[in-house]
């Protein structure tokens, strides 16, 4: 516990530090008058580019260690999930397209309802849906399929399935994948993640009673696939 503690202190100061760095380094050339008046403003703007990231990654840190918090509780509350569904992706469609992915949903027409932290909830999607934004190209087709799922025992659960036909996550990385500070190469050069995401998405459906895996294998075409339960009301 006390090991795992003090890694996660090392990750942190490690990923705080990369961009203080930068910022540290073009505050001293532009102090100094080691840069062009040309090019100044271009330095003024990476500074701040910069401080956005920072803030950006100690959001992160907070949401993850409020999630770890003794105290923390979920709000929950009982809503009729396709429907919640279908209004999250469509508030979300227009960035999604505009970013240059195709989003493709298949949602029943019924109703299923379930308890849940609305919120939270939509950060676990959030973490998830910008994943497939974040680590693949242009023109990389997002699909969610929502189902009822009755096999699982005497519960009823919603099956969601966040599946995207990108470049995939590397064998070496699916073991640990929902562990956190877990990041594949391009997030260690340049992407910039703390590997945070995933491992708050599996705490919150967790949370919900639910589970969430990730999906080996290529079928249907799917790269990288997330299966999620969330369990029916009234179970
Ligand atoms: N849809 C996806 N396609 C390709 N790679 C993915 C996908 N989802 C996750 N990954 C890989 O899994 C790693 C872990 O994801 P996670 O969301 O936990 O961290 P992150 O995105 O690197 O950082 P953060 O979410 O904290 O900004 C990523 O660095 C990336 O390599
Ligand atoms: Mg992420």
Do not use: W
């Not at 087709?141 to 005497?154: K, P």
């Amino acid at each position: 516990m006390e090991e795992q503690r003090q890694k996660m202190l090392a990750d942190i100061s490690h990923d705080l530090k990369t961009p203080i760095t930068t910022i540290q380094g073009y505050a001293k050339a532009l102090a100094d008058g080691m840069i062009a008046e040309e090019e100044q403003k271009k330095y003024l703007n990476k500074i701040y580019n910069k401080s956005i990231e920072l803030t950006d990654l100690i959001n992160t840190f907070y949401e993850y260690s409020k999630l770890e918090h003794p105290d923390f509780s979920f709000c929950f509350e009982s809503i009729e999930i396709y429907e919640f569904l279908r209004e999250y992706l469509a508030e979300r469609y227009e960035e999604i397209s505009d970013k240059g992915f195709e989003l493709e949903l298949d949602i029943p027409e019924d109703h299923a309802f379930c308890n849940v932290d609305k919120f939270q909830l939509k950060r676990a999607f959030d973490n998830i849906v910008n994943n497939s934004i974040k680590h693949n190209p242009k023109g990389t087709r997002l699909f969610i399929n929502v189902t009822m799922d009755e096999q699982q025992s005497l519960n009823k659960f919603v099956r969601i399935v966040i599946a995207d036909n990108g470049v995939g996550i590397p064998q070496e990385l699916t073991a640990s994948i929902f562990d956190p500070f877990v990041v594949g190469d391009d997030s260690r050069t340049s992407k910039q993640g703390s590997g945070l995401g995933l491992s708050i998405s599996r705490k919150i459906i967790e949370g919900h009673g639910g589970n969430i895996a990730l999906e080996t294998g290529e079928e249907k075409g799917y790269k990288t696939a997330f299966k999620i339960f969330i369990p029916l009301l009234g179970q």
